[in-house]
């Protein structure tokens, strides 16, 4: 058979242009065959909890859905009230990236703040926690934020920490979008349960799609008291999953080990090298710390668009000609260095 793409190739444009680690491509092979019961009643979803609770403490629950739009709704619409509204950074997928799904689907409000390194803060979020009482205005709930962010910076447990006393003390919830938990986690050498359960989050998106899966990410809810609904909403949302062992045994895959680690360590490593290297080259400025697994620069009007005839990747900000390198569990050190080759020839 011909081949239809090369398997070769890899791009900087985002952890899930990566294909599937071989790991989780066996575990779902193991999964397969014989019949287990649908939508979530299965052995697969039933060891998933126990790998969860193992990983984030014996009150969590996880909630395997399709992709992590579908898991930060459902998180929130499970969190909130009709006239609930969620404090979030600009910056936050929710607010840029999933085409109003939070306001449209989950019927939420959403109260943004700008941060310049994609971290809220409580200063940040008491420009937008008020008006209680005021039927004016959508009631504030829930402070979401993203870990590590979507400008690849991380937070310290004690950062977590401090937003979560901050809006406990308010009556809201702290909502985690971990679709890179993994990355953060990694990166600060603490286990996952560090940057959530241990630190007040109550519902956390937890990624997988990043971190080598085919797809699957998970609700898990930390404070059974923070959601009302879940399992009725996640069908209404459409994120119930007849085959739910397949998204199930991938989770297993990833959590029940190190493999969560390993990948994203891995990951972080090669936007580290990429990072050192692109900084030496004159004329292009990295805009964020590399804590991650991307890489934010800024090149030389017109180096952009050549570099990407070599690989694919994505424009962070036009205006100032920003752009995202995205590292993967599969991206080698020979793909950074040749990529970094390809930077000094498209800058020169
Ligand atoms: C921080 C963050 N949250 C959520 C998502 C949503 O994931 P999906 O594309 O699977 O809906 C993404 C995907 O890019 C993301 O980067």
Request: with cysteine; charged share 20%; aromatic share 6%.
């Amino acid at each position: 058979m011909t081949a239809t793409h090369d398997t070769a190739r890899r791009d900087f444009a985002s952890d899930n242009y990566a294909g599937v680690h071989p790991e989780v491509m066996d575990l779902l092979a193991e999964a397969n065959g014989g019949h287990q019961v649908a939508y979530g009643d299965d052995e697969w979803t039933a060891r998933l909890q126990d790998v969860l609770r193992r990983q984030f403490g014996s009150a969590a629950l996880g909630y395997p859905v399709f992709n992590g739009t579908g898991a930060n709704v459902l998180s929130l619409q499970s969190m909130l009230p009709r006239w609930g509204a969620v404090v979030c950074a600009d910056s936050a997928h929710i607010n840029t990236d999933e085409n109003g799904a939070p306001e449209r689907v989950g019927g939420l409000k959403l109260l943004t703040t700008p941060s310049p390194d994609g971290k809220l803060t409580p200063e940040l979020v008491a420009r937008q926690a008020w008006g209680w009482g005021d039927t004016h205005r959508a009631q504030p709930g829930v402070v979401s934020i993203t870990q590590a962010t979507e400008l690849g910076t991380v937070y310290t447990p004690q950062e977590i920490r401090d937003l979560a006393d901050q809006a406990h003390s308010l009556g809201m919830r702290l909502h985690l979008d971990g679709s890179r938990l993994a990355n953060a986690a990694a990166s600060l050498g603490v286990p996952l349960r560090a940057l959530t359960t241990d630190v007040g989050v109550d519902v956390l998106s937890l990624g997988g799609t990043k971190n080598g899966l085919m797809m699957g990410e998970a609700v898990v809810v930390l404070d059974p008291e923070a959601v009302t609904g879940i399992d009725y909403l996640r069908k209404l949302d459409m994120q119930l999953a007849s085959k739910m062992r397949f998204v199930s045994a991938q989770l297993v895959a990833l959590f029940d080990g190190d493999l969560w680690q390993r990948s994203a360590s891995h990951a972080n490593a090669m936007a580290a090298r990429l990072s050192e290297g692109a900084r030496a080259v004159a004329g292009v400025r990295i805009t964020q710390p590399t804590q991650s697994n991307a890489v934010f620069a800024v090149l030389p009007p017109g180096a952009a668009d050549r570099l990407r005839e070599y690989r694919r990747f994505y424009d962070w900000n036009p205006a100032t000609g920003e752009v995202r390198w995205m590292c993967a569990f599969d991206t080698t050190p020979q793909d950074v260095d040749d990529f970094l080759d390809a930077l000094r020839a498209a800058v020169a």
